[in-house]
């Protein structure tokens, strides 16, 4: 089914139950459900069209008449422009002209991070539309949304800061932004995937599951603990967890490493690394589409898993098929930097 943005916004601006703050989340999480981002973007050899792609615009009317159905991919700075354009919408459409919004962090000459400063009334908040894609996609507790001073203090980048240095910004409390996406409808199994997530923490991390491994040494019986957690995160978590819309490669794997790092041990995260490889697949008919390998890294091993779109999640990948995929042109890298850390002897 095509994209409509109009459409979205036509129909939030019709809820007339939802105060201002409301109207903003909703549309907020109902774009987050239509965006992916543009990771071809990150690869462009050259420097000139790196900053014309940065450079670039996008603007509702021409999403409106282009063929998007999926997702609409963008760089964060299109992503920002969409979400002001539609606030600015959204706005006029409700009869609420007072709420504003604009992008901050743009710098023509330097490729860097943007983000939205919205204006209601005589209050302020930070909006970043783009790290909380994977999020929204998969029924997750939205971040970036008016986040609290902690979040706004550790941002990176320097235009973002100079631009919101002076500014009073209004945070929502994690209790707050539940309640509002009860009311919106955002939840809607009632729970956020989150607490799922940090339910399977509880019950995996229980030592009395691992009682029945019987192996040489602790440190093999914690290899193997660790191979079973990423196994059982990467082929069972699958990229249709509460819609039927797939989620595009990078918020596929934000997601896949956000799970990693909330259900592992403080031990396993330090002497273990989940990398992801970002590559252009070729199928039977010689069509190229966006791919995903995984590099698990462990102290006397590597395993890796690709994206399989069949399944709808990971599978286990040997380097033998990994090294043949390569050598008939059906996967190539999108930086030689990515190439997977085979061992002497493979290699």
């Known amino acids: 089914m095509k994209i409509s943005i109009n459409d979205i916004i036509n129909d939030i601006s019709t809820k007339e139950d939802l105060d201002d703050e409301e109207l903003v989340k909703d549309l907020y999480n109902k774009l987050g459900e239509k965006f992916a981002y543009d990771r071809n973007f990150l690869y462009l050899n050259n420097l000139n069209e790196i900053n014309r792609r940065y450079n ?15 997702k609409i991919k963008g760089t964060c700075k299109q992503i920002e422009e969409i979400l002001v354009e539609a606030i600015e919408k959204l706005a006029f459409k409700s009869g609420r002209r007072y709420i504003k919004a604009k992008m901050i962090g743009y710098n023509e000459s330097t490729e860097n991070h943007t983000a939205t400063l919205l204006k209601i009334k005589d209050k302020n908040y930070y909006l970043d539309l783009y790290k909380d894609l994977y999020r929204i996609q998969k029924g997750m507790r939205t971040k970036y949304f008016a986040p ?19 500014i009073k910004l209004e945070a929502f409390s994690k209790e707050k932004l539940e309640r509002i996406d009860r009311k919106i409808g955002y939840l809607k199994y009632g729970i956020y995937t989150d607490d799922v997530i940090l339910k399977l923490k509880e019950e995996i991390n229980n030592d009395k599951l691992w009682e029945n491994i019987n192996v040489k040494s602790e440190k093999d019986k914690k290899d193997i603990i660790t191979k079973f957690k990423i196994d059982f995160i990467l082929k069972n ?14 918020e596929l ?54 994206y399989d779109s069949k399944l709808k999640s990971c599978r286990d990948i040997k380097k033998e098929e990994i090294r043949r995929l390569e050598e008939d042109g059906k996967i190539k ?15």
Not at 241 to 249: A, K, T
Not at 258 to 265: E, F, R, Y
């Open 237 to 250: 978590f699958k990229n249709e967890l509460l819609n039927n819309e797939q989620m595009e490669m990078i």
């Open 333 to 347: 890298y999108l930086t030689a930097v990515e190439k997977p850390e085979f061992d002497e002897e493979t290699r």
């Open 148 to 166: 609290e001073q902690e979040i706004i203090d550790k941002l990176e980048f320097y235009n973002l800061k100079k631009e919101i240095k002076d």
């Open 253 to 306: 794997s934000h997601f896949y490493k956000k799970i990693c790092s909330n259900v592992l041990t403080e031990e396993e995260l330090k002497t273990n690394n989940l990398v992801s490889i970002n590559l252009l697949e070729k199928n039977d008919k010689n069509e190229t589409k966006e791919g995903m390998m995984f590099e698990l890294r462990m102290k006397n091993n590597n395993f890796h898993y690709i």
């Open 56 to 70: 670039d615009s996008l603007f509702i009317f021409e999403i409106e008449d282009g063929n998007y159905e999926e």
